[in-house]
């Protein structure tokens, strides 16, 4: 069993790099990998503070690596793609070679303003009504540009959670198989599919009790199986407590809905 999608105390985990890579050991992964929250261009209170301290984290995950053991550990980031506010991923690139590249979307820019999905919910609210005049198919248009976007200039190696933006809708302002945004996800994962990017299936939202599904929700399963789109589990591990939750459930079903689950052996 791998878990390669996991934060520290870098960014906005619980525990170090040590204690994270302990766990893992314990638990007896093939593989663990950190992935914290690459830096942006602007201060807030979740992404690794500086590119400074980039160099800090990558050596907390090197000295774990040379640790030994039967557990290889990987270095990795969760870079955020947003246009104009977050460095370019071929930086960390040439300037880490980490192990790969997790890209995200947690704050959707438009026209000059932020909508962070990803926050509080007042703030998700908030955003909608302000930036889209609770236009949630416009809102969602937006985010799955930005992810688009983000797929065809930046090719990170995996897609995190891509349809995160339903995390604060509770089936309040559109349901998840509406046509339009059924649309956006299927186009958004059949550009992914083409570049070979792997589709992470990120099971937090489901032990936080924040959402009824996965982030991609079993509702895409079909369409994933149908275009041979390659999946890795991720648990999006905060803490200790988390790095493999859920993970049994989440298997079964990808066996069981015949998905392709990426080669972990190839990092
Ligand atoms: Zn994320
Ligand atoms: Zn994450």
């Not at 950190?34 to 984290?57: C, M, Q, R, T």
């Not at 919910?121 to 992810?147: C, H, M, P, S």
């Not at 065809?152 to 945004?181: A, V």
């Amino acid at each position: 069993m791998y878990s390669i999608h996991n934060h520290s105390t870098f960014c906005d985990g619980k525990n170090s790099v040590a204690e994270m890579s302990n766990a893992a050991r314990k638990a007896g992964l093939t593989h663990f990998g950190l992935s914290g929250h690459a830096p942006v261009l602007f201060e807030n209170e979740w992404s690794i503070a500086s590119v400074e301290k980039l160099d800090e984290y990558f050596a907390a995950i090197a000295t774990e690596k040379a640790t030994g053991g039967k557990t290889k550990i990987l270095a990795g980031l969760e870079a955020d793609y947003i246009p104009g506010l977050s460095y370019p991923f071929d930086f960390f690139r040439k300037s880490y070679q980490p192990d790969y590249l997790i890209g995200s979307i947690h704050l959707v820019s438009f026209e000059g303003q932020l909508w962070f999905i990803d926050g509080p919910v007042e703030g998700y609210d908030n955003g909608l009504k302000t930036i889209f005049g609770n236009d949630i198919r416009k809102a969602a248009k937006a985010f799955y540009n930005q992810t688009c976007e983000m797929i065809e200039t930046q090719k990170p190696d995996i897609l995190g959670h891509p349809d995160k933006l339903l995390m604060h809708n509770r089936n309040r302002f559109i349901k998840h198989d509406d046509p339009y945004l059924f649309n956006l996800l299927k186009e958004t994962l059949m550009l992914a599919t083409e570049k070979d990017i792997v589709v992470e299936i990120n099971t937090r939202g489901i032990y936080k009790g924040l959402h009824n599904d996965y982030y991609p929700g079993q509702y895409i399963f079909p369409f994933l199986k149908e275009n041979k789109t390659k999946v890795m589990m991720s648990a999006d591990g905060h803490d200790t407590s988390q790095i493999i939750l859920g993970f049994d459930k989440l298997h079964s079903l990808i066996e069981t809905e015949s998905l392709i689950e990426f080669d972990i052996f190839r990092l």
